[in-house]
């Protein structure tokens, strides 16, 4: 199993990115894809999360309205829409993966596949 995060970079507050998570070596759609961002200093927070299997979402209240989450199950991608960026969205933002029994929720601590991060940083 590996996934790969691609679109991180330097945006100026309010602009936008959109963050890729490449999955492969999944046998079935059976899991659930969560971003994950850790600031310095700070523990990991999960973002938002999607189920590849029944398509349902969980966004984080801290950016509920600025980022969506989305799949491209033909292209087995999930998406990571961020909007009006704010200087303290700057992080390290990961993908990761678990099985969908465990649905989305804002833990990080079940997903057992990770991405190796993709930096994004909002200058003020």
């Known amino acids: 199993v590996q996934l790969v995060e691609s679109g991180g970079g330097l945006v100026q507050a309010g602009g936008s990115l959109r963050l890729s998570c490449a999955a492969a070596?999944?046998?079935?759609?059976?899991?659930?894809i969560g971003w994950v961002r850790q600031a310095p200093g700070k523990a990991r927070a999960g973002v938002a999360c999607?189920?590849?299997?029944?398509?349902?979402?969980w966004i984080s209240n801290s950016v509920q309205g600025r980022f969506t989450v989305s799949s491209d199950n033909a292209k087995d991608t999930v998406y990571l829409q961020m909007n009006n960026l704010l200087p303290e969205d700057t992080a390290v933002y990961s993908c990761?993966?678990?099985?969908?029994?465990?649905?989305?929720?804002?833990?990080?601590?079940?997903?057992?596949?990770w991405g190796q991060g993709t930096q994004v940083t909002v200058s003020s």
């Open positions: 990761a993966a678990a099985p969908a029994v465990y649905g989305c929720y804002p833990g990080t601590g079940h997903y057992d596949y």
């Open positions: 070596g999944f046998t079935s759609n059976d899991y659930v």
């Open positions: 999607i189920s590849r299997s029944d398509g349902r979402t």
